[in-house]
């Protein structure tokens, strides 16, 4: 309806311009918002505010001169002028009917596709090799699944990237421990302890001279390609990979094997980077290392920032590696808009290589880059989420401890479900808050974990969204009638009737800031409007008309439609009964 009512003034204005000289560019700023206090009308705009200075009216006698020309639609009951010049609009019942009632035909509950969908690259989770994933890795790999979930929904082509760390001199000692192990063992290895392997791999590299020279020759054979080496790395790799996969699939989200895209991918473009950065006087030569100075970045003496893009012993920084992952993102993905989730901590040196991938043309004016820049998850004390003894957090560990108490919080319930129904029901509760309690904050933020917050069955959590979902479903097991035409008699109806009509204006949003708290914010407002329905307009109950019950239970069925796919959108399951 947003579209429609800027449609309707922009026509208006458009009548009013043979009286006035309206700015274009104030036009293209033009909006529509959906108001708070329905007493101020469904929709509000502030257009005759916004162009009273230029064209040196009184906002409030503009606002009248665009109401007279507003086309007729029979979808809006009346407008008004409100404070210095708001203009309101109220849409009339039968056309909030109408919009509910394609809502409930559309399998898409009316979030339309994109006019112009565009090929998205989006750059999420990127876990190191030989380390398990810890939980500082779940905001980006939840943020971002549920901005690809989303974008995808919106009809765009989504590319994942998991960039994931998979190159460097660390290498050299890891492919020599690996070759101790396996040597001592006899066979193959399963690692099953990332994080001992590593830690031992650096013991040894540090007090064992001929480990540490094996290494620093096997970091030089593997950049060179030798096949052994190579061969060994790639089993760190695909041991890595294969762990995550675990972990992936048990948080529900829709990353794979193939969706990985590691550092290692653009090492073969480093050298023909730094020569064209060269060659077109972007990189010189500063004491034997070749620099980007950036005049859009100053050190602590004012001076032009020197970007390292080759070191004088010849290797390569991040900066080059991402200045050539944005190249072959455009290049060869054929992006069109690509998306950064990483730690606000990043922000400058990601802004250094995009500025430099700029100058240079590898990265187009028409495509679009993002950092969607996100806060730390903050223990009850204010500081990074640690482990008591103040080691990292294993996010398998985490997830265990979740369906623990999940499994301890059913128990305390009275709960009834058994066997797999309930291990599939502690599963999608325990994941589901773990992941809400991330993606319920503004992610430009660092929140605070608390356990008891974010298991609970009321407030905005995904256990309290779960259970409202299921206590709808729990409606249609009591009664065979059926959903019918809307009807809207009840203050409390209409208001759930707007906030449903609310909802492809809530995904649109996601696809458009990267922000998944706006769609988690817009469920929560749901379920409690739903709730207040429920309390005071009875659905089954006696002396309620049939023809009053089935409206009721079409509100009930698009609300619990909406709830499902909102959180489908977000990866977080609903469940018939809980």
Not at 244 to 258: A, F, S, W
Not at 335 to 360: G, N, P, V
Not at 418 to 427: C, F, N, P, Q
Request: hydrophobic share 40%; with cysteine.
């Amino acid at each position: 309806m947003k579209e429609q009512l800027v449609s309707l003034i922009k026509s208006s204005l458009q009548q009013l311009s043979a009286t006035y000289d309206i700015d274009k560019n104030l036009l293209s700023a033009l909006r529509v918002d959906r108001t708070r206090d329905k007493s101020h009308g469904d929709f509000a705009s502030n257009v005759a505010l916004m162009l009273s200075k230029s064209l040196h009216q009184n906002p409030r006698a503009l606002a009248e001169e665009i109401i007279a020309h507003l086309p007729h639609d029979p979808r809006i009951a009346k407008t008004e002028i409100a404070g210095p010049g708001f203009i309101n609009f109220f849409v009339s019942d039968e056309s909030l009917c109408a919009t509910l009632s394609a809502m409930l035909a559309d399998p898409r509950l009316g979030v339309a596709k994109a006019d112009k969908p565009q090929r998205v690259v989006v750059d999420y989770s990127a876990p190191n090799v030989a380390k398990e994933m810890a939980v500082h890795h779940i905001r980006s790999t939840v943020i971002g699944d549920a901005v690809v979930r989303t974008l995808e929904f919106l009809g765009h082509d989504v590319i994942r990237a998991n960039h994931v760390g998979d190159w460097g001199t660390q290498f050299g000692m890891l492919i020599a421990y690996l070759e101790r192990k396996e040597n001592e063992s006899g066979e193959g290895m399963d690692l099953s302890d990332f994080e001992a392997f590593y830690r031992e791999a650096k013991q040894a590299y540090d007090s064992d001279p001929d480990f540490a020279v094996t290494a620093r020759r096997y970091v030089v054979l593997l950049q060179g390609g030798d096949p052994y080496c190579k061969a060994m790395w790639q089993k760190l790799v695909t041991m890595t990979m294969e762990q995550n996969q675990r972990i992936y699939d048990r948080l529900d989200v829709t990353l794979t094997e193939k969706d990985v895209m590691g550092e290692s991918l653009y090492n073969p473009m480093l050298p023909g980077i730094v020569a064209d950065l060269t060659s077109k006087g972007l990189a010189v030569e500063d004491d034997g290392a070749m620099v980007v100075y950036l005049n859009e970045f100053t050190n602590r003496d004012g001076q032009p920032m020197g970007v390292i893009v080759r070191k004088k012993d010849g290797g390569y920084l991040y900066t080059t590696t991402d200045i050539a992952c944005v190249k072959y993102r455009v290049d060869t993905l054929k992006a069109e808009r690509i998306l950064y989730f990483i730690d606000s901590r990043q922000h400058q040196h990601l802004m250094e290589a995009w500025t430099i991938a700029r100058k240079a043309g590898y990265l187009p004016a028409n495509v679009s880059v993002e950092h969607d820049a996100f806060g730390m998850m903050l223990g009850r004390d204010g500081r990074p989420f640690k482990t008591r003894t103040g080691g990292t957090v294993k996010l398998k560990d985490l997830l265990d401890e979740a369906e623990e108490r999940v499994s301890k919080l059913l128990e305390e319930r009275g709960s009834a479900l058994e066997g797999d129904i309930r291990r599939e029901v502690i599963h999608n509760i325990a994941v589901g808050a773990v992941k809400y309690a991330d993606l319920s904050k503004n992610r430009t933020t660092d929140y605070i974990f608390d356990w008891d917050l974010m298991l609970a069955f009321d407030g905005n959590t995904a256990p309290y969204l779960q259970y409202a979902y299921s206590r709808i479903r729990a409606i249609f097991r009591k009664t065979d009638k059926k959903p019918g035409n809307f009807i809207l008699n009840e203050e409390a109806e209409t208001a759930l009737a707007n906030k449903l009509t609310a909802f492809p204006e809530a995904v649109r949003q996601v696809g458009d800031k990267a922000m998944p708290h706006l769609l988690c914010t817009y469920l929560y407002e749901l379920s409690g409007t739903f709730m207040r329905f429920y309390e005071s307009c009875p659905v089954l109950k006696e002396g309620v008309s049939d023809e009053v019950r089935a409206s009721r239970l079409a509100l009930c069925d698009l609300t619990s439609r909406v709830l499902k796919q909102g959180l489908n959108l977000l990866g977080i399951r609903v469940m018939e009964q809980m």
